[in-house]
């Protein structure tokens, strides 16, 4: 029997921040090299600046 969750594999997301711009690019660098992929544009984010990241599951493209 198919349900509507084998059609929608899980995707781990999480919000990457930071409180200057060069402390995100580093944070970014940093999640790129395990193999996240990013999600969204930079926007602020509580009390500095964040993006959202994906971890990709295999046979799913991430588009940012």
Same mark, same amino acid.
């Given at each position: 029997? %198919? !349900? $509507?969750? +084998?059609? %929608? #594999? *899980? !995707?781990?997301? /999480?919000? &990457?921040?930071a409180? !200057?711009?060069? =402390?995100? +690019? *580093?944070?970014? &660098?940093?999640?790129?090299e395990r =193999? $996240?992929?990013?999600?969204?544009e930079?926007?602020? @984010?509580? @009390? =500095?600046?964040g &993006?959202l990241?994906?971890? #990709?599951?295999? +046979? /799913?493209?991430? !588009?940012?």
């Amino acid at each position: 029997m %198919r !349900t $509507w969750k +084998n059609s %929608r #594999p *899980k !995707t781990l997301r /999480k919000v &990457v921040y930071a409180l !200057t711009e060069i =402390g995100l +690019n *580093k944070n970014i &660098v940093a999640h790129e090299e395990r =193999g $996240w992929k990013q999600a969204s544009e930079v926007k602020e @984010y509580q @009390y =500095g600046i964040g &993006v959202l990241m994906e971890f #990709p599951i295999k +046979n /799913k493209e991430v !588009t940012a």
